[in-house]
C-alpha cells in the first residue's frame, strides 16, 4: 500500500525501483512459504479459511501493483501471484469442496461474520484494485496444475451476496451477532469500498460500551 501511494503520488520511477524490488521479493518469499509443504501439511490444504483469504489477497494486490515486475523465477512473476490469489479466493468462497460459502445459493460464511470481516480488510482493497486495472469479464488463472476462468471479483454479484449478508444480519446496535467463531463486533464500514450504498450502514457507536467489543 506505501510503494501504491508512493506511485501515486508522482514519485519519479528511479525513485521507486529500490522499493518495488523489495516488494517483489517479499511477494516472491510469500508466495514460495505458502506453498511449501510443512511435513504432511500443506497450507492450501489445510487452512482453508480466513487465513487463507489473508494471504491470497495480499499476493493478488502485490500482482496489480507490480504488474510491469518481471523474473525468470516463477516464484517472482506477478502471474504467478494472481492466479494463486484469485485461485484460491474463488475457492474459499464457491468451489472448494470444503469451501466457507456457497455463491449458489443465499450466502453466508461458515466462520461467522467476523472472520469474514477480518478476510475482507485484505479482500476487498484487493476487488476494488482489480477493479480499477481490469474490465469486467472472465481471464484464466493457474495454480499448480489447474486453471479456471475467473470472474472480476469487483464486479461478481456473489461476493454482493456475502456482503448482503453481512448487511442484513447486523443487531439492532450496528454489531455483528456472536455466529459461530464471532466476537459481539461492530459492523463493516470498510464495505464502502464497493462503491455501493446500499453496503454502507451506519455505525450505532453510542450503543456499543465497556472497553472491548467481544
Same mark, same amino acid.
Given at each position: 500500500m506505501a510503494y501504491d501511494l508512493r506511485r501515486s503520488a508522482g514519485e519519479?520511477?528511479?525513485?521507486?525501483?529500490?522499493?518495488?524490488?523489495r516488494l517483489q521479493e517479499f511477494a516472491g518469499h510469500l508466495y514460495q512459504q505458502s506453498i511449501t509443504p510443512l511435513g504432511p501439511? $500443506?497450507?492450501? /490444504?489445510?487452512?482453508?479459511?480466513n487465513n487463507t483469504l489473508m494471504t491470497a489477497a495480499a499476493l493478488g494486490r502485490a500482482a496489480v501493483v507490480l504488474n510491469e515486475a518481471t $523474473?525468470?523465477? /516463477?516464484t517472482q512473476q506477478p502471474a504467478t501471484w494472481a492466479g494463486t490469489g484469485l485461485y484460491h479466493i474463488d475457492n474459499v468462497l464457491g468451489r472448494d469442496a470444503q469451501?466457507?460459502?456457497d455463491s449458489n445459493w443465499m450466502a453466508g460464511y461458515s466462520e461467522g461474520p467476523y472472520y469474514l470481516k477480518y478476510a475482507l480488510l485484505n479482500c476487498r482493497?484487493?476487488?476494488r484494485a482489480v477493479g480499477n486495472f481490469l474490465p469486467d469479464g472472465r481471464l484464466r488463472y493457474t495454480f499448480g496444475a489447474v486453471t479456471r476462468s475467473i470472474r472480476n471479483?469487483?464486479?461478481?454479484?456473489k461476493y454482493g451476496r456475502l456482503y448482503e449478508w453481512l448487511t442484513v444480519i447486523r443487531m439492532p446496535d450496528g454489531r455483528f451477532p456472536a455466529l459461530e467463531d464471532s466476537y459481539v463486533d461492530m459492523g463493516m464500514p470498510e464495505l464502502a469500498l464497493?462503491?455501493?450504498?446500499?453496503?454502507?450502514?451506519?455505525?450505532c457507536f453510542s450503543k456499543l460500551t465497556g472497553t472491548g467489543l467481544a
Amino acid at each position: 500500500m506505501a510503494y501504491d501511494l508512493r506511485r501515486s503520488a508522482g514519485e519519479t520511477p528511479t525513485g521507486l525501483v529500490a522499493g518495488a524490488a523489495r516488494l517483489q521479493e517479499f511477494a516472491g518469499h510469500l508466495y514460495q512459504q505458502s506453498i511449501t509443504p510443512l511435513g504432511p501439511f $500443506s497450507f492450501y /490444504a489445510t487452512s482453508n479459511n480466513n487465513n487463507t483469504l489473508m494471504t491470497a489477497a495480499a499476493l493478488g494486490r502485490a500482482a496489480v501493483v507490480l504488474n510491469e515486475a518481471t $523474473s525468470a523465477d /516463477a516464484t517472482q512473476q506477478p502471474a504467478t501471484w494472481a492466479g494463486t490469489g484469485l485461485y484460491h479466493i474463488d475457492n474459499v468462497l464457491g468451489r472448494d469442496a470444503q469451501r466457507r460459502s456457497d455463491s449458489n445459493w443465499m450466502a453466508g460464511y461458515s466462520e461467522g461474520p467476523y472472520y469474514l470481516k477480518y478476510a475482507l480488510l485484505n479482500c476487498r482493497p484487493l476487488f476494488r484494485a482489480v477493479g480499477n486495472f481490469l474490465p469486467d469479464g472472465r481471464l484464466r488463472y493457474t495454480f499448480g496444475a489447474v486453471t479456471r476462468s475467473i470472474r472480476n471479483p469487483y464486479f461478481d454479484p456473489k461476493y454482493g451476496r456475502l456482503y448482503e449478508w453481512l448487511t442484513v444480519i447486523r443487531m439492532p446496535d450496528g454489531r455483528f451477532p456472536a455466529l459461530e467463531d464471532s466476537y459481539v463486533d461492530m459492523g463493516m464500514p470498510e464495505l464502502a469500498l464497493t462503491g455501493q450504498a446500499r453496503y454502507v450502514q451506519p455505525m450505532c457507536f453510542s450503543k456499543l460500551t465497556g472497553t472491548g467489543l467481544a
